[in-house]
């Protein structure tokens, strides 16, 4: 299956909130990868908010980028709000 990133948004802890071309919904974590050759320039904070979708991964203006599909499996999914009726007691 291959995984499309359709919007990202840029959270506070360096961790995104990715939406997949398939509805998925999931907050991917970047902070174990900050340590680790040119990713090391996400800390700047101002540098991390740079996220966009760039040929359906994401992007930072740095030219750094991250595969897909780590993203889609490793992210956590956002639970879809609770559309049950509620029932007042």
Same mark, same amino acid.
């Given at each position: 299956?291959?995984?499309?990133?359709?919007?990202?948004? #840029?959270?506070?802890?360096?961790?995104?909130?990715?939406? *997949?071309?398939?509805?998925?919904?999931?907050?991917?974590?970047?902070?174990? *990868?900050? +340590?680790? !050759?040119? *990713?090391?320039?996400l800390?700047?904070?101002?540098l *991390?908010?740079?996220?966009? @979708?760039?040929?359906?991964? @994401?992007?930072?203006?740095? !030219?750094? +980028?991250i595969?897909?599909?780590?993203?889609?499996?490793?992210g956590? #999914? @956002? #639970?879809?709000?609770?559309?049950?009726?509620?029932?007042?007691?």
């Amino acid at each position: 299956m291959y995984f499309r990133v359709k919007s990202v948004q #840029p959270l506070d802890n360096y961790m995104l909130r990715l939406t *997949f071309a398939d509805g998925a919904v999931k907050i991917f974590d970047v902070k174990p *990868f900050l +340590d680790r !050759g040119l *990713f090391a320039q996400l800390r700047d904070k101002s540098l *991390f908010k740079s996220v966009h @979708v760039s040929f359906d991964t @994401v992007e930072w203006a740095n !030219g750094v +980028d991250i595969c897909p599909e780590l993203m889609y499996e490793e992210g956590v #999914p @956002v #639970p879809e709000p609770d559309s049950s009726p509620r029932v007042s007691p």
